[in-house]
């Protein structure tokens, strides 16, 4: 089946400027992820969403980011008033959390943000 | 303050021999950890996993070893292909019981080369 989709897959954005990025899980996966890469970083945790289950925002850099998942499946972040530091690579990741264990997680493509 | 600690930012090995990638960690309560390869322009891809109750694990190629007591692990490839030329990240999560709080907390990731 298909795997985790993200859009866009590259967005240039004015400092100050407000932007979306979008990510589709894995059917059937109740766990879904945010991280974010930047440039000779490895992967920081943003915000992860199990279920109805409050989210946890514990890994968000600033109260200028926030996400959504709507009906359990398609999720949203969004970034306000971006700055030059937001640049980086965001990648979605869903998986099926399982109870006892770590579960392996399926990561999307990712959006390649810069912020000028 | 970095949990997960990957020392070597590259690595080259020549073709069938033994690629061998480095991972400390700091954090005690980290129980389960994975092994996750990046193409450019592409998310990670799930390679392998270890839960602490065990100290190696086998699929194919690939073998990871864990050291509790050491808070390090290793990823071997044998033999290497210059196929697995990628950027290797060495990932931890506790896993909660039954909490399902999965988030993985990445090291910055190592640069393999694998020459023909």
């Known amino acids: 089946g298909a795997g985790v989709s993200q859009s866009p897959s590259n967005k240039v954005t004015e400092k100050g400027k407000d932007v979306e990025l979008r990510c589709d899980p894995i059917s059937g996966h109740t766990a879904l992820y945010w991280y974010r890469q930047s440039l000779g970083q490895g992967l920081e945790f943003l915000i992860y969403?199990?279920?109805?289950?409050?989210?946890?925002k514990s890994g968000l850099p600033s109260d200028r980011f926030s996400a959504e998942r709507t009906g359990g499946s398609v999720s949203t972040l969004t970034i306000q008033r971006t700055q030059q530091e937001d640049s980086a690579v965001y990648l979605c990741?869903?998986?099926?959390?399982?109870?006892?264990?770590?579960?392996?997680?399926?990561f999307g493509p990712g959006t390649r943000l810069t912020v000028t | 303050d970095q949990q997960v600690k990957q020392n070597s930012p590259s690595l080259s090995v020549q073709e069938g021999r033994i690629s061998i990638l480095n991972c400390d960690y700091t954090?005690?309560?980290?129980?389960?950890f994975l092994w996750y390869k990046k193409y450019p322009a592409e998310g990670p891809t799930f390679l392998i996993s270890i839960s602490s109750i065990k100290d190696k694990n086998e699929d194919g190629r690939f073998t990871v070893f864990l050291n509790k007591s050491a808070k390090h692990l290793s990823l071997h490839i044998v033999p290497s292909q210059p196929g697995d030329s990628a950027v290797y990240f060495c990932a931890a999560s506790v896993s909660a019981g039954g909490g399902s709080n999965y988030k993985l907390t990445f090291g910055k990731g190592t640069l393999l080369t694998v020459n023909p």
């Open positions: 954090n005690s309560m980290f129980d389960y």
């Open positions: 969403f199990q279920g109805n289950s409050a989210p946890d």
């Open positions: 990741a869903s998986s099926l959390a399982l109870a006892g264990s770590g579960s392996r997680q399926y």
